[in-house]
């Protein structure tokens, strides 16, 4: 399974080692979950590169058509614009303490502390860096890319709001449920607040 690998290796992106900080991250920073409130829109993972800066990934099987390439690229644009705008060291804390600390007394005591020690032994620095939600970065994780995902990521990335939404608007029924990852994406406020120009793309293996 991917997250296990993950909890101990990591996730590398770009050649770069990112910890795992949590998953299944709603846009209130409390985890996606059936025995409680599970109604919010919500990322795959959240990670951590070694400078602490917040790293937004979402996982796909498959993204093959260029339809797929927008809805991730929409969903987790939207996901990295919220979870900046929610953002406190606090929120990240207890929720990473809820995914990887379980239900452990200092967990529960010093999520923070938890957090901060975790990501310091993780990356074998000799002093804890502050963790931050500012310039949050993207990442689109799939098993199998088709051969327009590059050609679309650049057009998401380097286009204008408004040619986006012409687009999107002209080529699918964005109101359509399928499509809700668009109109999210399109409720956003442009430019995109605290969110990194760039999408990383991640190749995993199946498993």
């Not at 290796?9 to 910890?19: A, K, S």
């Not at 990934?57 to 809805?71: A, T, V």
């Not at 406190?88 to 452990?104: F, N, P, Q, V, Y």
Request: hydrophobic content about 40%.
């Amino acid at each position: 399974m991917l997250r296990s690998g993950w909890l101990t290796e990591g996730v590398v992106i770009n050649d770069e080692p990112h910890f795992l900080a949590g998953w299944e991250v709603m846009t209130n920073w409390q985890r996606n979950d059936s025995h409680g409130r599970f109604n919010l829109p919500s990322a795959d993972f959240v990670l951590l590169d070694k400078q602490g800066r917040l790293v937004v990934l979402e996982l796909k099987m498959r993204i093959r058509s260029p339809g797929d390439s927008l809805r991730a690229l929409c969903q987790v644009t939207h996901m990295a614009v919220r979870l900046a705008e929610s953002f406190t060291l606090d929120k990240l804390a207890k929720l990473s303490a809820d995914c990887r600390g379980g239900a452990s007394t200092r967990s529960k005591n010093d999520p923070v502390g938890l957090l901060r020690d975790a990501h310091t032994e993780f990356f074998s620095l000799t002093a804890s860096v502050p963790l931050v939600g500012t310039e949050v970065r993207r990442a689109v994780a799939a098993c199998d890319f088709g051969p327009r995902w590059s050609s679309v990521v650049e057009f998401f990335t380097n286009s204008r709001k408004d040619v986006l939404r012409a687009h999107l608007e002209s080529h699918f029924r964005v109101e359509a449920r399928s499509n809700l990852p668009m109109r999210r994406y399109l409720e956003l406020p442009n430019p995109l607040p605290r969110c990194s120009s760039e999408v990383t793309t991640l190749l995993v293996g199946k498993e």
